[in-house]
């Protein structure tokens, strides 16, 4: 069982940039590949990023390369989300997810079995 609590977001310009955090706590959190999705009013739920348990492979949905990095800290169990050049269509709820490795379905919600409480991120134009 893992617990997520994450922090960051906030309301932003177009162009700039923020950082949210994903903290994991319970057992072996190391071991937890984590994904970051995000769900925009009156859209369903999609695939942002992920990052293996190693840290060693990450994956992107295609309008966020090159903008969006994700990265962690294994000894503070930790997964952060950097966004930059953010743009209005970024505006979203994000929620970090937790999936126990080896996993096939880092790029499907449905390949998750722990969530965060989501964070509110606003672009303005």
């Known amino acids: 069982q893992v617990q997520l609590i994450q922090s960051g977001g906030g309301l932003v310009q177009a162009g700039g940039s923020l950082r949210l955090s994903c903290a994991a706590s319970?057992?072996?959190?190391?071991?937890?590949?984590m994904g970051w999705f995000r769900q925009a009013p009156g859209k369903e739920r999609e695939f942002v990023a992920a990052?293996?348990?190693?840290?060693?492979?990450?994956y992107f949905e295609d309008s966020v390369k090159g903008r969006f990095t994700i990265s962690r800290e294994n000894a503070k169990n930790t997964v952060y989300l950097q966004m930059n050049k953010l743009k209005p269509d970024d505006t979203a709820v994000y929620y970090c997810?937790?999936?126990?490795?080896?996993?096939?379905?880092?790029?499907?919600?449905?390949?998750?079995?722990?969530w965060g409480q989501g964070t509110q991120v606003t672009v303005s134009s």
């Open positions: 997810a937790a999936v126990y490795e080896p996993s096939p379905g880092l790029l499907d919600e449905l390949g998750y079995d722990y």
């Open positions: 319970g057992r072996n959190p190391s071991r937890y590949a």
């Open positions: 990052i293996t348990s190693s840290g060693g492979s990450t």
